[in-house]
Nanobody, 121 residues
Framework: QVQLVESGGGLVQPGGSLKLSCAAS????????MSWSRQCPGKERELVAT????????NIADSVKGRFTISRDNAKNTVYLQMNSLKPEDTAVYYC??????????????WGQGTQVTVSS
């Protein structure tokens, strides 16, 4: 059974930082491309960042480029999202996702339950 458990969300002031974690189980984590998405109030879910398991190549959305960093620790089956210089418009529920097997291309599409990030003074 695949499980993705996010943590690290909370309330932070504008300009502050948070680091989200997503612990994965039930899958071959070191083969899986992982991603973070967010859903802001009243908007559709938006892809924020992806990271492949081989070279660690990342892709970051323009809206957060230069402020957010995605990383992973394959030994801990965990993917992270470091968020710096947070803005009120970053307020959202953040979800991690197991996208696909990087080597076979097999689609996974498993989502975590989400963690709330609120940026407000």
């Amino acid at each position: 059974q695949v499980q993705l458990v996010e943590s690290g969300g909370g309330l932070v002031q504008p300009g502050g930082s948070l680091k989200l974690s997503c612990a994965a189980s039930g899958l071959a984590f070191s083969r899986i491309t992982m991603s973070w998405s967010r859903q802001c109030p009243g908007k559709e879910r938006e892809l924020v960042a992806t990271i492949n398991p081989a070279s660690g190549t990342t892709n970051i959305a323009d809206s957060v480029k230069g402020r957010f960093t995605i990383s992973r620790d394959n030994a801990k089956n965990t993917v992270y999202l470091q968020m710096n210089s947070l803005k009120p418009e970053d307020t959202a529920v953040y979800y991690c996702k197991a996208d696909r097997d990087y080597y076979s291309g097999l689609l996974y599409g498993y989502w975590g339950q989400g963690t709330q990030v609120t940026v407000s003074s």
